[in-house]
């Protein structure tokens, strides 16, 4: 079975452009979460939709934007691009929805922004 | 403070030794642990998945959690080259995961 999977794997982008990242989720898996992960440290939390409805949302700024089409999958936004978004972009997909008990959440390859 | 604090190491061990890693925890509601694997360039990988206190045994791999100290290990036995990579500690804080910065794991032939 396919795993989680994302799109494009490596971006390159200049400041102030905007850029959207895809997710596919494991078939049958309802949830998908986003998370960005700075070199050197752990993945934080931005966004987690569930039925195409946001569940839960992290403490990023509005440039960041995410929506989940009717077939699960996912797309994150990022507008105004700043150095500091430079990360490796991860999406996380779930069975249920996340706030239930016991919710594993598995992992895609992440996408790789570069702002220069 | 940082929900979820890690060591971030490097800690580089011989083929065969045991790895022993840790993280602490600031709230008390967290209920459910985890241990991911990540290489380098690549997405977490589930290694252990453990709910409240006590152990829990995969192959060599050995996860613990103490509630009372609010403290969770990962043991690794026989460690081997392939096992060199990043180790993240993870709480499920209502869906949303809450990571630690992740230690590097370095096992050297």
């Known amino acids: 079975d396919a795993g989680v999977t994302q799109s494009p794997t490596h971006l390159i982008k200049t400041r102030g452009q905007q850029v959207t990242l895809r997710c596919s989720p494991i078939?049958?898996?309802?949830?998908v979460s986003w998370y960005q992960q700075v070199l050197g440290q752990g993945p934080q939390f931005i966004f987690q939709?569930?039925?195409?409805?946001?569940?839960g949302r992290g403490n990023f700024p509005d440039r960041f934007s995410a929506r989940q089409f009717p077939n699960y999958s996912s797309e994150l936004n990022v507008n105004a691009l700043l150095l500091g978004d430079s990360a490796l972009y991860l999406c996380?997909?779930?069975?249920?929805?996340?706030?239930?008990?016991?919710?594993?959440?598995?992992f895609g390859a992440g996408t790789r922004l570069s702002v220069l | 403070q940082k929900e979820v604090e890690q060591d971030p190491g490097p800690l580089s061990v011989p083929e065969g030794a045991i790895v022993s890693l840790n993280c602490t925890y600031s709230?008390?509601?967290?209920?459910?642990f985890m241990w991911y694997r990540q290489y380098s360039r690549k997405g977490p990988e589930l290694l252990m998945y453990?709910?409240?206190?006590g152990n829990k045994e995969d192959g060599r791999f050995t996860a613990q959690v103490d509630k009372s100290s609010k403290y969770i290990s990962l043991f690794i036995r026989d460690s081997q080259p392939s096992d060199s990579a990043t180790y993240l500690c993870?709480?499920?804080?209502?869906?949303?995961?809450?990571f630690g910065a992740g230690t590097q794991v370095v096992v050297t032939p």
């Open positions: 709230n008390s509601a967290f209920q459910y």
């Open positions: 453990t709910y409240s206190s």
């Open positions: 939709y569930y039925e195409k409805e946001e569940r």
């Open positions: 996380a997909s779930s069975s249920k929805q996340l706030t239930l008990a016991k919710n594993i959440q598995y």
């Open positions: 078939s049958g898996h309802k949830s």
């Open positions: 993870a709480t499920d804080s209502w869906g949303k995961l809450q």
